[in-house]
């Protein structure tokens, strides 16, 4: 069966660089779901999407914008990068409201 | 806001039944799942609770209480691959998921 698609997989950036990470949702999946998670730490939700309409924000920085488009998928574009950047981001989706959330494997960004 | 608790680290023996604890305090709740995950790779699911009670899935376990923002997951007969991370998760109105710190199981031969 078709997961959670995440690309790229692997992401080494400079400091002040941007970078996108996207994210494909399994098929008739309307919500998506962006996470973060640091070295040894658990994932901190950042945003979420419902039917293409930001539906919920975290602890996303102002310095991240994410938007899901015509077909599910789902891009976070990243500026002004920082050491601090640097984890995992996963991308997780439902197939509506109150169901268990599918996470793809995740984009590990480097920023160096 | 919301807090959610979990031991940090558990360690158990290949055979045994080890009860990570979850408790939470937060507004909103819809349900709690739990997830597995090992280093590096993405979290997979485990069990979902949303009424009261024991739901039981092979050899993995999870129990709610709702009353008391008390949740438990039972792992018996411990396989040396359950050894990963296990994160509690609340779900909250909106379908935002929060998650605990994470317990690290490590299970021993």
């Known amino acids: 069966a078709a997961g959670v698609i995440q690309s790229p997989r692997h992401l080494i950036k400079e400091k002040r660089e941007t970078a996108t990470l996207k994210c494909y949702p399994i098929p008739r999946h309307d919500t998506v779901y962006w996470y973060q998670q640091g070295p040894g730490q658990d994932p901190q939700f950042l945003i979420s999407f419902y039917e293409k309409m930001q539906s919920d924000k975290g602890s996303i920085p102002d310095r991240f914008s994410a938007q899901q488009f015509s077909d599910y998928h789902s891009e976070l574009n990243m500026s002004s990068l920082e050491l601090g950047d640097s984890a995992l981001y996963f991308c997780a989706s439902t197939p509506g409201r109150n169901t268990e959330a599918f996470f793809g494997q995740g984009t590990r960004l480097t920023v160096v | ?109």
């Not at chain 2, 940090?8 to 349900?31: D, H, K, P, R, W």
């Not at chain 2, 039981?56 to 990963?84: C, H, I, P, T, V």
């Open chain 2, 1 to 109: 806001g919301q807090n959610i608790d979990q031991p940090t680290e558990m360690t158990a023996t290949e055979g045994a039944i080890v009860q990570i604890n979850c408790t939470y305090q937060t507004s909103g709740f819809n349900g709690l799942f739990w997830y597995q995950q090992h280093a590096g790779e993405a979290p997979t699911f485990l069990s979902y609770n949303v009424l009261d009670g024991l739901e039981e899935k092979g050899r993995f376990s999870s129990f709610l209480s709702r009353s008391k923002g008390y949740s438990y997951l039972l792992l018996k007969e411990l396989q040396m691959k359950d050894s990963a991370s296990y994160l509690c998760a609340v779900e909250r109105s909106g379908n935002k998921l929060t998650f605990g710190g994470g317990t690290r199981v490590l299970v021993k031969p």
